[in-house]
């Protein structure tokens, strides 16, 4: 199975999704499925990754090769994103070859929040609900959490470290992320018994 991930923001982004999508695809038997991350054309932001036009030409050009593709944006307090996503995704099945599919996850509000899911350690005044409702997550708490773990400097501000260190923990992500990573999970799991690769 050959997947690849299109974020919003491929700088910051890939650092956490490659790892959560391979640890994902693990957890549903898929140990050998090639998680890449777009690159080519790199989007820059959300009104991108909504774009039709983007996309088509993303499914065009990696059609040929790709099984799965994954488009991850974050939520940003929109609740509406859900719904032109699920459009993207009916636009994709127009043209995709059968048995190929696009699949379009926001995470609750960003993808830095799946990575906090990963640690049980977050400061005790941090209630997880807090959390996850917070429209910007990256600012009040990520970065926080990066400097706690001194990885501020790291790649991406910490970001790949953390996420792999978070991938490691998957179920405890998928648990506490219900809306977005389970519910994506559910998705592909279900694709697969329909007789994906």
């Known amino acids: 199975m050959n997947v690849l991930i299109i974020p919003e923001d491929h700088t910051k982004d890939q650092h956490m999704l490659k790892p959560i999508v391979k640890a ?12 890449d991350v777009c690159g080519d054309p790199r989007l820059q932001g959300v009104s991108q990754a909504l774009n039709w036009e983007q996309i088509r ?6 059609g040929w090769i790709t099984d799965l ?20 995704e009916k636009r994709a099945a127009k043209v995709l070859k059968t ?18 899911a990963g640690f049980d350690d977050l400061p005790s005044e941090w209630g997880w609900r807090q959390v996850r409702q917070e429209p910007n997550p990256k600012e009040v708490y990520f970065v926080p959490y990066a400097e706690q773990r ?3 400097h790291e790649l991406s501000n910490g970001r790949k470290v953390l996420a792999e260190q978070a991938a490691r923990r998957y179920k405890r992500i998928r648990r506490l992320c219900k809306e977005d ?9 279900d694709w697969i018994k329909a007789g994906a690769r």
């Open 57 to 62: 030409e993303i499914l065009e050009e990696y």
């Open 99 to 116: 048995g190929h599919i696009l699949l379009a996850e926001n995470a609750w509000q960003e993808i830095e929040v799946w990575v906090l």
């Open 69 to 88: 593709f994954l488009l991850c944006v974050d939520r940003d307090g929109k609740a509406g994103r859900k719904t032109r996503l699920t459009q993207l």
């Open 181 to 189: 990573v389970a519910n994506l999970e559910g998705r592909i799991k």
């Open 24 to 35: 994902m695809l693990e957890h549903l038997g898929k140990r050998t499925a090639t998680v």
């Open 150 to 152: 001194g990885v501020e």
